[in-house]
Each structure stands twice: as C-alpha cells, then as structure tokens.
C-alpha cells in the first residue's frame, strides 16, 4: 500500500504540498536543539526490555515543569469493529495530545488519503497515516536514496540492525518521482487507539534512533 504524501488539507481549508525539503536528520537536529533549548538534559539508561514502552511514558512525563498524572488514551473502540479513516481521525483530533499541540493532525486528500501527524516534540517530524481494509500502515520517511553515501553499504547495514528498531521496518518507495527510504509499522484495522497512539510513537522513537545509528552513511 503506497502511503499518501502529496497534498495536505489545512485547517483553513487550504492544500498545501506534503513534502518540506528536509530530511529526517535535519528533524532530528531540530528535536534536539528544541529539547536543549528547552532545558532539558540527555540521560542514558539500562533497563529490562519489557519495560521499554513504561519507561518511554515515564520520559514524556519527566518532559514537564511538574509531575502530574498521565495521558489517558481513551479506547474508542468497540470488540471486533475496524477504523475507518473518518472515524481514525475524529478520535485523535480528541485526544488531549493533539488539543495541546504536541501532536499536530491535518487529513490528505486525494486517491490515497490518509492523515498527515505532525510530532512536534521531535523537530516536526511528519508522521503518516492510511487505513486499508483491515490494516493500518504508519509511515516516516527516513532519507532520499541520494543522500546515502553507499547504498549497497547502507542497504547491508539496515539488513543487520533490525533488532534496534522494533515494531518497525526499513524499505524503498517512490514519493513524488524520488526514491526514499521509508521506515513504516503495519497493525490491525481493529487495534485500540492506544495502540495506535504507541505505534505512532513507536515510530517516531524509531526515526531518531535510526538517524543517529546510521548518520554518518548520509551524505552532509
């Protein structure tokens, strides 16, 4: 399934083109100088790997002035019932990540629409979203196929590191005419929206993480 990046639909109504001209490491440089600016310090931790996803939850709390209680991510889903992209969007357009900003939503039109989630807590990242039949795809450009330096090195590189990246996968695609590199995560139609919440997340963790393990295969 081709994930949809042309046009985007912004709240006043206007299109506007999905692609900015930067790559996922100029998002990255952005995060970064954000969350320096912002004053917050990087730490690095050793933890059990089933408690990876607590642990994520507890970063984005310690992101705060003052401790206060956790998002609730509100299950909109009924048992055995699949989202739609209509329905997909009007229950994160509720959640108190988008109202505040740290998510920014706008809908793709067109053949292949789906949702476009801007991260703002990670430089901007653009997030993709589609819904089709009893999958959604979630998607992230990862960096032009012209801006790796060694693309027999790279593609061998990515090969090998997969456990560094869970729930998340690397490919090649055509966007706009060029060739990327993609990272994407696939899950049921049926999945609760905290799991897709995560899956978002997920994703976005798994960007940053990328960029900065392969950094230097890409060109300045």
Known sequence: M????????????????????????????????RLREAGLVKREFWILPENVNALKGIERALRQPFLGGRVKLEDY???????????????????ALVASGEILLSVIDGEQAGLRLTMSEYGDLPIYLAVEGDHIMVDATLVPLDLVKDANEFN???????DLFPLSSVGVEVIDGQEVYSMFGALSAASSLTVIVQEIYT????????VEAFEDHFKA
Do not use: C, F
Not at 11 to 30: E, F, I, L, N, Q
Not at 156 to 162: C, D, S
Not at 203 to 210: G, S, T
């Open 2 to 33: 081709q994930m949809p990046r042309k046009t985007t639909t912004d709240k006043a109504g206007k299109k506007t083109t999905g692609s900015t001209g930067k790559s996922s490491a100029d998002y990255v440089r952005d995060m970064r100088n």
């Open 77 to 95: 889903m009924t048992e055995n019932s699949n989202w739609t992209l209509s329905s997909l969007h009007n229950a994160l357009a509720e959640l």
């Open 156 to 162: 061998a590189l990515v090969l090998r590191t997969r």
């Open 203 to 210: 994703l976005a963790e798994n960007v940053i993480r990328a």
